[in-house]
């Protein structure tokens, strides 16, 4: 089973500032990887596919990078409505597996 | 305006059964994979299982391979999920979610949620 370990935890940033959120495979992925977010009380929505393609809709201050097993998703400038937890999620193989989540609070 | 509309879930004791629904309307729905994904109280999102699009593939995690099972109808825009043997580690908030396997391969959709309660 593929293996994805997000850090930090928690992240305490204030708006306007630049959120950066890691996620690390235990193997290759291949590209395969997702970013979702999710707000409490509501289903994660599909932010970053394929490491670096944004979902319909997903502003551009939004982006997704890889470096080999480790991938990055970075928020440019926080809005006051990106304060959430978020997922990376891989589907190189069965069985499909998410991260343990970010969570990404006001300061 | 695409929906995933869940139902079925409750309150059930352990060793229970229950089957979700997840009925799927405004996509094409013979083109969409479908997914069971859950999330313990307070807890990170968990893959339980998947199905092809004419239901021929199935997919399930370890953790509950043996006591669920995925189906669906295509004339109904529906997808199952019968789960069997129930324990109190099930007890999870369960979406269904759709992969559009002509679109970008990810969780594009997902339903609101149902809770399953699984307690004496």
């Known amino acids: 089973e593929i293996v994805l370990t997000q850090s930090p935890a928690t992240l305490s940033l204030s708006p306007g500032e630049r959120a950066t959120l890691s996620c690390r495979a235990s193997?290759?992925?291949?590209?395969?990887i997702a970013w979702y977010q999710q707000k409490p009380g509501q289903a994660p929505r599909l932010l970053i596919y394929?490491?670096?393609s944004r979902a319909t809709g997903i502003p551009a201050r939004f982006s997704g990078s890889e470096s080999g097993t480790d991938f990055t998703l970075t928020i440019s400038s926080l809005e006051p409505e990106d304060f959430a937890v978020y997922y990376c999620?891989?589907?190189?193989?069965?069985?499909?597996?998410f991260g343990g989540g970010t969570k990404v609070e006001m300061k | 305006e695409v929906q995933l509309l869940e139902s079925g879930g409750g309150l059930v004791q352990p060793g229970g059964s229950l089957r979700l629904s997840c009925a799927v309307s405004?996509?094409?729905?013979?083109?969409?994979?479908m997914y069971w994904v859950r999330q313990a109280p307070g807890k990170g999102l968990e893959w339980v299982s998947g199905?092809?699009?004419?239901?021929?593939?199935?997919y399930y995690a370890d953790s509950v391979k043996g006591r669920f099972t995925i189906s669906r109808d295509n004339s109904k825009n529906t997808v199952y999920l019968q789960m069997n043997s129930l324990r109190a580690g099930d007890t999870a908030v369960y979406y269904c979610?759709?992969?559009?396997?002509?679109?970008?391969?990810?969780?594009?959709?997902w339903g609101q949620g149902n809770l399953v309660t699984i307690s004496s």
């Open positions: 193997q290759s992925v291949r590209s395969l």
């Open positions: 979610a759709n992969r559009n396997v002509n679109g970008n391969g990810w969780f594009d959709y």
């Open positions: 394929d490491v670096s």
């Open positions: 199905i092809s699009t004419g239901g021929g593939s199935t």
């Open positions: 999620q891989q589907r190189s193989e069965w069985p499909l597996t």
């Open positions: 405004g996509l094409i729905f013979s083109n969409c994979a």
